[in-house]
């Protein structure tokens, strides 16, 4: 027994994995993950997202039940907030969102002024080597480390994202910069799902939503 076993959902001697799943997916409306920078500039990323999406809701409020427990939100967005909004540091979590929600949209954002402008790959890579004695070249790709091409950077996570077996096939994934000065957001990658190729080229009428939690 762990001390927080009480805690936890698994843990307990009733847990009924499939029962358990089917009461997530209906405690949050999730649609759309939102990767950006934990730079603390940066914060206002998933409210700017929820207004270009729209039909979005976020960060929405905290629903309680009788007892006062908090159990489920009507947030439609989560928020993935990691260095430099950099795609590869998400990609469990875009796994664990679509089993548990199901998801529609992901969307990379980059921002002006980031951190990860201020060091090259090799930079950092030297920099440890240096002062930590550990070669992190092998840790991480180089292409995932920093940014230089803001354009670049977002192709790159757009496209790392897609190609993983973790991301479900159905959803669109959008790059947007981010001027962390105006608040502007500039679109630089769209990717529509489109259900037709998916399915072999036979046009199906099933709407994005019931694939969700397939
Ligand atoms: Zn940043």
New binding site residues.
Partial sequence: MGKFDRYSFSAQPSFDEAETRKAFSKAVPLKTIVI????P??VDIPNAVAKAMGDEVYPGHIILDDSGNRVASSTTIFPVVV???RAVDALRSITVAQHLFGIQNIVVV??S?????SFTADGIIDAYEREHHFDISTLYERNNIC?TDYEQSLRHDTALIRSRGGTPKHVNIFGYFYNIDTGALTEVVREIHQIARDVGGLRSSAPLPDLQHQ
Avoid: L
């Fill in positions: 950006y920078c934990y730079d500039r940066a260095a430099g909004g980059h921002h002024h980031c951190g990860a402008t940014i």
